[in-house]
């Protein structure tokens, strides 16, 4: 079964940086596929990246030369890198696998 654990997020001020982890157990491969998701306050779910198994990325154009996805196969983790964040990024981000999600993580850009 597979099992995905979030860690990273916080609170920013407009401009900064921050790194979402999405650690994963129960996968068949070190090099699996993952979608990022995000849901703001009175919102729905929107998709925000993807990062394959043979490591193509691809974004949402509201977050494109701003955040990156990598993963560190040794760690079976995928990382989401936020930079130049902005007011309009707040809100849960979560990770995706073959239908198991991760807890979410809050990300809060404010100044």
């Known amino acids: 079964q597979v099992q995905l654990v979030q860690s990273g997020g916080g609170s920013v001020q407009p401009g900064g940086s921050l790194r979402l982890s999405c650690a994963a157990s129960?996968?068949?491969?070190?090099?699996?596929?993952v979608d990022w998701y995000r849901q703001a306050p009175g919102k729905g779910r929107e998709w925000v990246t993807y990062?394959?198994?043979?490591?193509?990325?691809d974004a949402a154009d509201f977050v494109k030369g701003r955040f990156t996805v990598s993963r560190d196969n040794t760690k079976n983790t995928v990382y989401l890198q936020m930079n130049s964040l902005k007011t309009e990024d707040t809100a849960v981000y979560y990770c995706?696998?073959?239908?198991?999600w991760g807890q979410g993580t809050q990300v809060t850009v404010s100044s």
């Open positions: 995706t696998h073959l239908g198991a």
């Open positions: 129960g996968v068949s491969s070190r090099a699996f596929a």
């Open positions: 990062i394959s198994s043979a490591d193509h990325t």
